[in-house]
């Protein structure tokens, strides 16, 4: 296959290929981020527009927009003012982020470094040298800063990656309070924890479990847990495995995707055919044709079809064609006295 890309010079968006080729989105799904993704950042364009600018209708939407908050990409809150309105935020992201690092992201947390004030730098103050007073004084000595953890070798995405979970967790716990320089030195540990195959699960479970019901120093406490219950390394020249080749689809919509485990249909195709079988099994018997009655015989009948001692065609002691003895009552009506 020969392919011939020039680069853009400006007006272009970078897509990590996790979107492009992530297995369980649909075309729709991965068109309506990528649009999205490509807006200007002070853009403020809800996803329902998007949608109607990149052409996809709304049914389309409706299972796009599902896909992405299934797998992350896509937060939704509503909240209600105190004159009663409701509004909604949404939250698109480049990789996929949990609830509560959404949620630390929303209350305007950033893993990166703080943002530098704004002016220009100013001149050093002039002024004269201190008097001498003659007496020796013994100046306290300054206290160590704390010295960040090394991130040599971890990729500034584990990192920030690592700085969302820790700033969750303190989020989450009153007694794991911590400030933003303190998530910031924590940050690299975190993402040498990623580094190692570690699951933010696991990270989670590893900084909570077992708390004591007070905590004097929650960073002191969480940097001691991210060194003593740090995973091993995994061994050298392991690679992680790498992804089944992408196969047409066997249901029959021409689809090519990218299997996760032997599975030989899209998503699509399986849930179309799980609501086939479900709609199957949940269709009423069908009614049977009536049949032949038996004929029941209770006694002796004279000549009609139905037992009885008379000769009418049910039951009876008369002669009529209703059971009875022939005898009407002061309305007309011939009072039942058979049984059948």
């Not at 403020?44 to 797998?71: C, N, V, Y």
């Not at 940050?187 to 989670?204: F, I, Q, S, Y």
């Not at 038996?294 to 064609?321: E, L």
């Amino acid at each position: 296959m020969l392919r011939h890309v020039i680069a853009p010079e400006r007006f272009f968006s970078q897509v990590p290929n996790d979107i492009i080729r992530h297995p369980r989105l649909s075309a729709a799904a991965v068109r309506l981020l990528t649009w999205q993704l490509s807006l200007p950042g002070d853009a403020d364009t809800p996803l329902s527009e998007t949608a109607a600018q990149a052409g996809i209708k709304k049914t389309a939407f409706i299972r796009a927009k599902r896909e992405l908050m299934a797998e992350g990409y896509v937060h939704e809150w509503r909240r209600q003012s105190a004159r009663g309105r409701w509004t909604t935020t949404q939250l698109v992201s480049n990789v996929p982020l949990s609830a509560e690092e959404a949620l630390s992201l929303r209350d305007g947390f950033r893993p990166t470094g703080a943002v530098p004030a704004v002016g220009e730098p100013t001149p050093p103050s002039v002024g004269r040298h201190p008097h001498n007073t003659g007496e020796n004084t013994d100046n306290p000595p300054s206290q160590p800063s704390p010295e960040p953890a090394a991130a040599d070798g971890v990729p500034q995405p584990l990192v920030e990656r690592g700085g969302l979970v820790i700033a969750s967790v303190s989020h989450r716990d009153r007694r794991l309070r911590l400030t933003g320089s303190d998530v910031r030195q924590l940050a690299a540990l975190a993402g040498e924890w990623l580094l190692r195959g570690a699951t933010v699960k696991d990270l989670r479970e590893a900084l909570t479990d077992g708390l004591p019901d007070r905590v004097h120093s929650p960073v002191a406490l969480i940097r001691n847990r991210l060194i003593r219950k740090m995973p091993d390394a995994p061994p050298l020249g392991a690679r992680p495995l790498a992804p089944l080749p992408l196969r047409d689809c066997a249901g029959g919509c021409a689809r090519v995707f990218r299997p996760v485990a032997d599975e030989t249909r899209c998503r699509d195709c399986r849930r179309e055919a799980a609501e086939e079988r479900q709609g199957a099994g949940s269709r009423p018997a069908l009614l049977q044709p009536w049949g032949a009655v038996p004929a029941v015989s209770v006694g002796p009948s004279t000549s009609g079809a139905f037992p009885g001692n008379g000769s009418g065609a049910f039951p009876g002691n008369g002669s009529g064609a209703f059971p009875g003895n022939g005898l009407r009552d002061e309305t007309g009506n011939c009072p039942v006295t058979g049984s059948v």
